[in-house]
């Protein structure tokens, strides 16, 4: 059984770009939530996704968007870049019994 | 408002001892609770939950104590071991929330052999 998946693994930006992450839950887990962990700073949660609409959002400006698939993957998108966007980013699902979220790897993202 | 922070930082214990890591929480309507472990270059492990409505809640060689009182959590690991080296996060939920989880600073815990 896969856990949570994200890809890629690895990503460089520069200022201005646009940049798009990816995210397969937990097999059955339908909720996908998107998480910004800073260097040595806890995840800061970004928004969650269930039955294909945000569901709820964190303070994070409009440049964040998303997005969910009928199959529940997700994609996290980023607009006009900035050097304080290098972070972690983090993919976490869970299932609709409110229980623990599982954690993807994440996506090591680097804007210069 | 919302706020999930720890006492202390860097925790170091010698291999073999138990650890305790700590975390207090501002937000009473908080009511579901998780420890995450997170080894450099992975994402955040889910180690133990606890509701509300209990005090205490037991895992393999965890214990997760809840006072809501005080609001206060605390993990407790028994017989560390190196493989323990992470850091630890305190996590809090809000039912009225759905599944947003606010996380708290973190602490990072060193086993000496």
């Known amino acids: 059984d896969a856990g949570v998946t994200q890809s890629p693994t690895h990503l460089i930006k520069t200022r201005g770009q646009q940049v798009t992450l990816r995210c397969s839950p937990k097999?059955?887990?339908?909720?996908v939530s998107w998480y910004q962990q800073a260097l040595g700073q806890g995840p800061q949660f970004i928004f969650q996704?269930?039955?294909?609409?945000?569901?709820q959002r964190g303070n994070f400006p409009d440049r964040f968007s998303g997005h969910q698939f009928p199959n529940y993957s997700s994609e996290l998108n980023v607009n006009a870049l900035l050097l304080g966007d290098s972070a972690l980013y983090l993919c976490?699902?869970?299932?609709?019994?409110?229980?623990?979220?599982?954690f993807g790897p994440g996506t090591r993202l680097l804007v210069l | 408002g919302e706020n999930v922070g720890l006492h202390l930082p860097t925790l170091s214990v010698q291999e073999g001892d138990n650890s305790i890591i700590n975390c207090a929480y501002s937000?009473?309507?908080?009511?579901?609770f998780i420890w995450y472990k997170q080894e450099s270059g992975k994402g955040p492990q889910f180690i133990i939950d606890?509701?509300?409505?209990?005090d205490k809640r037991q895992g393999q060689r965890v214990t997760v104590l809840l006072n809501k009182t005080v609001k206060h959590l605390s993990l407790q690991i028994a017989a560390t071991q190196p493989g323990d080296s992470a850091v630890y996060f305190c996590?809090?939920?809000?039912?009225?929330?759905?599944?947003?989880?606010?996380f708290g600073p973190g602490t990072s815990l060193s086993v000496i052999p």
């Open positions: 976490a699902s869970s299932s609709p019994y409110r229980e623990a979220q599982y």
């Open positions: 097999s059955g887990h339908d909720t």
């Open positions: 996704y269930y039955e294909e609409e945000e569901r």
């Open positions: 937000n009473s309507a908080s009511d579901y």
């Open positions: 606890i509701r509300s409505n209990m």
């Open positions: 996590a809090e939920n809000i039912e009225t929330s759905y599944d947003k989880v606010i």
